[in-house]
């Protein structure tokens, strides 16, 4: 095989291998995404040649992200992330084009990480349904967007999931004076036209729930969640589901003057871990995200924060800080390909793990204390292994 024909090869390899994550993802990701161009199939690779044929997802993640991804990330100076764009509270897209939010954040925080810079990120704004192709195809490194940890997205979509940044719940939302005013669980929405995004966890959850409970609906998807909460209030939709975080800062935003949006109390009916997502197989760079998640987690432990990290490099607490804040000898972030510095440039700039969460999640609603989401030392969930 030439190398032309080699590389034309690889290049219709990885479109039928997209159409198939695409399809992969029908299950809980059921998406308007299956485009590979239907005039590729004629092409073949050179009949005399064994066909290298990748047929698998997995494959198209070694072909689409050869090389280290960490290296061609620091070469190229930035670090592309996916965020949702829309998502109250997590990645939201101001006037001016900039991106605020939780997730948004911990963009920059990775950003700082790598680059000692937390501006130097170009976000993507993506729909549920284009996410993984968008990383699937390298035109983000990590996608740090809403984004569930399931055991399909793990293998057959060909992801890798980073830490737990944030404990969700798939709940429910109905307006009070549509006839939901006691509703509290799925079995009170029968014949109800639910509505939710599409390419989601949350379109099969509400299906197997509404199976479980015994009662038929009418489930009906849009491509982004604000076009749900349009026709939730426009009245199309009696029922949205999503995250509960979701439902509650759109509730905080969106919820008109003298109405009351009710979240059934009897839910969650899911388990959603949300945390950054990347490519399989990138351990380096999968190394630097999770280190950067776990470093805001430490941090907040020992009460490093973006006020006092300075002080704390100057006169580290203990001997983890001192590692973690690059005044010790025996610092690992050199290890990683970073500056000794890049935790203490990730506090410095963008925060600990409760500086971040309080600064966005707080303000519509949503509180650690007695949460999933509090740290271990508190009942709750948030935890990193020892920096050391
Ligand atoms: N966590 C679920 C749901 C993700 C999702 O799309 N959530 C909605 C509600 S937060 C969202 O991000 N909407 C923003 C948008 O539509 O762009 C998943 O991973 O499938």
Same mark, same amino acid.
């Given at each position: 095989?030439?190398?032309?024909?080699?590389?034309? *090869?690889?290049?219709? %390899?990885?479109?039928?291998?997209?159409?198939?994550?695409?399809?992969?993802?029908?299950?809980?990701?059921?998406?308007? #995404?299956?485009?590979?161009?239907?005039?590729?199939?004629?092409?073949?690779?050179?009949?005399?040649?064994?066909?290298?044929?990748? &047929?698998? #997802?997995?494959? #198209?993640?070694?072909?689409?992200?050869?090389?280290?991804?960490?290296?061609?990330?620091?070469?190229?100076? !930035?670090?592309?992330?996916?965020?949702?764009?829309?998502?109250?509270?997590?990645?939201?897209?101001?006037?001016?084009?900039?991106?605020?939010?939780?997730?948004?954040? /911990?963009?920059?925080?990775?950003?700082?990480?790598?680059?000692?810079?937390?501006?130097?990120?170009?976000?993507?704004?993506?729909?549920?349904?284009?996410?993984?192709?968008?990383?699937?195809?390298?035109?983000?490194? $990590?996608?740090?967007?809403?984004?569930?940890?399931?055991?399909?997205?793990?293998?057959?979509?060909?992801?890798?999931?980073?830490? &737990?940044? +944030?404990?969700?719940? =798939?709940?429910?939302?109905?307006?009070?004076? %549509?006839?939901?005013?006691?509703?509290?669980? $799925?079995?009170?929405?029968?014949?109800?036209?639910?509505?939710?995004?599409?390419?989601?966890?949350?379109?099969?959850?509400?299906?197997?729930?509404?199976?479980?409970?015994?009662?038929?609906?009418?489930?009906?998807?849009?491509?982004?969640?604000?076009? #749900?909460? !349009?026709?939730?209030?426009?009245?199309?939709?009696?029922?949205?589901?999503?995250?509960?975080?979701?439902?509650?800062?759109?509730?905080?935003?969106?919820?008109?003057?003298?109405?009351? *949006?009710?979240?059934?109390?009897?839910?969650?009916?899911?388990? !959603?871990?949300?945390?950054?997502? +990347?490519?399989?197989?990138?351990?380096?760079?999968?190394?630097?995200? @999770? *280190?950067?998640? +776990?470093?805001?987690?430490?941090?907040?432990?020992?009460?490093? @924060?973006?006020?006092?990290?300075?002080?704390?490099?100057?006169?580290?607490?203990?001997? !983890?800080?001192?590692?973690?804040?690059?005044? %010790?000898?025996?610092?690992? =972030?050199?290890?990683?390909?970073?500056?000794?510095?890049?935790?203490?440039?990730?506090?410095? =700039?963008?925060?600990? /793990?409760?500086?971040? /969460?309080?600064?966005?999640?707080?303000?519509?609603?949503?509180?650690?204390?007695?949460?999933?989401?509090?740290?271990?030392?508190?009942?709750?969930?948030? +935890? %990193?292994?020892?920096?050391?």
């Amino acid at each position: 095989m030439t190398k032309n024909n080699l590389l034309l *090869w690889r290049v219709l %390899a990885v479109l039928c291998a997209v159409t198939l994550i695409a399809a992969a993802c029908g299950d809980d990701d059921d998406a308007d #995404v299956t485009t590979a161009p239907t005039e590729t199939a004629a092409a073949e690779p050179d009949a005399a040649e064994p066909a290298e044929t990748p &047929t698998t #997802v997995g494959d #198209v993640v070694d072909d689409t992200q050869d090389g280290d991804l960490l290296d061609t990330v620091l070469d190229r100076g !930035e670090l592309n992330c996916g965020v949702s764009g829309s998502a109250v509270a997590f990645s939201e897209t101001q006037p001016d084009g900039s991106q605020t939010g939780f997730d948004a954040d /911990y963009c920059r925080a990775v950003a700082a990480a790598l680059f000692g810079d937390a501006d130097a990120v170009v976000f993507t704004p993506l729909t549920a349904a284009e996410r993984f192709t968008a990383v699937q195809t390298g035109e983000v490194d $990590v996608l740090i967007r809403n984004t569930t940890w399931t055991q399909s997205r793990d293998t057959e979509v060909g992801m890798d999931f980073g830490p &737990t940044t +944030y404990y969700d719940g =798939q709940q429910l939302m109905a307006r009070e004076s %549509a006839g939901f005013s006691g509703a509290s669980q $799925v079995a009170d929405i029968a014949g109800a036209v639910v509505c939710t995004n599409a390419g989601t966890t949350t379109e099969q959850n509400i299906a197997d729930a509404a199976d479980a409970a015994g009662i038929s609906m009418q489930l009906t998807t849009f491509e982004d969640f604000d076009q #749900v909460t !349009e026709n939730f209030i426009n009245g199309a939709c009696d029922v949205i589901t999503t995250d509960g975080s979701a439902l509650v800062g759109r509730k905080a935003n969106q919820q008109p003057a003298g109405e009351n *949006w009710v979240i059934f109390p009897a839910t969650p009916i899911s388990k !959603e871990p949300l945390g950054p997502t +990347y490519g399989q197989n990138q351990s380096r760079f999968a190394d630097v995200v @999770n *280190w950067t998640v +776990y470093a805001t987690i430490i941090a907040d432990e020992k009460g490093i @924060n973006s006020g006092n990290v300075d002080d704390m490099a100057a006169s580290p607490p203990d001997a !983890e800080a001192a590692r973690l804040l690059g005044a %010790a000898d025996d610092e690992q =972030q050199s290890n990683m390909g970073l500056a000794p510095d890049a935790f203490r440039q990730v506090i410095a =700039q963008v925060g600990n /793990y409760d500086e971040i /969460y309080s600064r966005h999640l707080n303000p519509v609603g949503l509180t650690r204390e007695g949460s999933a989401n509090a740290g271990w030392l508190d009942g709750g969930l948030i +935890y %990193a292994p020892p920096a050391r």
